[in-house]
């Protein structure tokens, strides 16, 4: 049993440990949370590239004690060439390779503009300090893990197609090893270069030019005017209020109104015990009608037909749920979204937090690796429609769905608490399924998060939409729900991949800091 981690000084959670002690060390060198932040996402890209990049996007929302959140989007945008046109001959837009790789990359601008919130701060750390880990990481090597060699095997036979892949990640033409030296020469380069001439070189300097142009050698749409035009922004956050705390997700494009509407319609269902049937019936019928609501509205955020935060309303939220049987389960499936991402979390001895998502999609996003930059390239454009009428329909400068969302939390007795996970569909529904436990019915967060859990619909590739338990549920649990009209499936799992890589932190009013993380991956809760 792994136990909540605590200390007093600060803390940073990662889906692998080597990105969690590289935020850590930075807080024990007196940098603030968001310094942290941007030193884990760094050492992240390096050492878990199956699940992000510094050629994907992020979001992040930012906690200081007293203030509104500071919600980020570095989203980004699908190139000017990126329409139906460019297409065509294509019956959608293919899901690997240079033809994916279709919209900018945001997350690096995201550092940027969090690092202007820092130096708001006092923040004083250099930037050649925030990513000398990651630096080191890339040029000396980082042994592969465990999901990194499992989904590489996984995926070989297409993403060995795409270019530079093999060169990057295969050994020999080979699957390498769990535990294998990985070093990646070319981006160690890459991120020592922004280290010194700063992190707006990836979009409108030398590095900018070299990526357009060997994007658009290789055949992707994107061109330098993408790069330059590129800017992460600042946003405001939705929010939901709750019996004891405020909820805070990210707008569209992302699905953060899911993860809010899920709680919400929860909380009017009246359940008061964990882990039971009313628990896991009464959240995943809240997450089919937070997934319609969903897929009716949310698209890029200049196209919404209405506003999001309106359908947070008590009004609402008393109707849907009114709508929820708490003895039969609504008819399924429903056309689902995968993805794969990671998330983090840090907190300062100030009691600012930060919670941060990092993705590119599919595992190693299109799997084009750039010759000169070393960099990986997301295939986030590709949850865009072809179909000019269809709700999420590609167009220039258009941002992508995104099932990326950070989640915060400010209880009203001064706890706050950052947390999250990677894993398509089902980031919502972990997320709900680790604030319940937590803050509903008491459980210790590291339990909250080791728990057993469910997914409803597809991720990380699955066909199939039913609902996915993991092996730990009793029996009686599982018949339960199949009684009541669940498409049951048991994993053969006890701790599956399939529910994500979650974690949290929670920072008390007399500061102790929580850390909890995620069994399911390579990760730790770094504290001081």
Known sequence: MIHTRRSYGGMCVAPH????????????????????????????AVAYPHMNAIGGD???????????????DACGAAAGLADPGYYTGYDGIPERGPLAALTMAGTVDGWREALVVSESWGGKLPLSRLLSDAVAHARQGVAVSRSQQALTAKHEAVLAESPGFAEAFLSGGEVPEEGARL???RLANTLERLAHAGLEDFYRGDLAQS????LEALGSPLRCEDFTNYHAQRVTPLKLALKD???????????????????????????????????LHGLIESTKRAFLLRDRYVTDPQRLSVELQMLLEDAVLDEQ????????ARPWPHESASGDTIWMGAVDSKGRAVSF???????????????????????????????????????????????????????????????????????????????????????PLQEAVTAPRWLLGRTWGDSSTNLKLESRFPGSLVEALRKAGHDVEVLDEAFSDT?????????????????AHDPRSDGGAAGY
């Open 17 to 44: 440990h080597l990105a969690a002690e590289a935020g850590r060390d930075v807080l024990k060198e007196g940098g603030n949370a968001v310094e942290a932040m941007v030193a884990a996402a760094a050492t992240i």
């Open 58 to 72: 992020g979001f992040w929302l930012i906690h200081e004690p007293g203030k509104p959140p500071v919600a980020i």
């Open 183 to 185: 070093r990646q020469p």
């Open 211 to 214: 990526m357009a142009t060997d």
């Open 245 to 279: 705390a405020t909820l805070y997700n990210l707008p569209a494009p992302t699905q953060g109104l899911a993860s809010l509407l899920i709680l919400g319609l929860f909380e009017r269902l009246g359940v008061c015990e964990a882990n039971g049937f009313a628990h």
């Open 321 to 328: 749920a009114a709508t929820i049987s708490m003895q039969e």
């Open 357 to 443: 998502i990092q993705s590119i999609y599919w595992e190693f996003g299109s799997g084009v690796v750039l010759p000169e930059s070393g960099v990986l390239w997301q295939n986030r454009g590709i949850s865009f429609s072809l179909d000019p009428a269809a709700l999420r329909a590609l167009g220039p400068g258009r941002k992508p769905f995104h099932t990326l969302n950070p989640a915060l939390a400010r209880f009203r007795d001064g706890r706050t608490l950052v947390y999250g996970t990677m894993g398509g569909e089902g980031q919502p529904q972990t997320q709900a399924a680790v604030f319940s436990r937590y803050a509903r019915f008491g459980m």
């Open 499 to 515: 529910m994500g890589h979650a974690g949290g932190i929670v920072h008390h009013p007399d500061g102790l800091v929580e850390g």
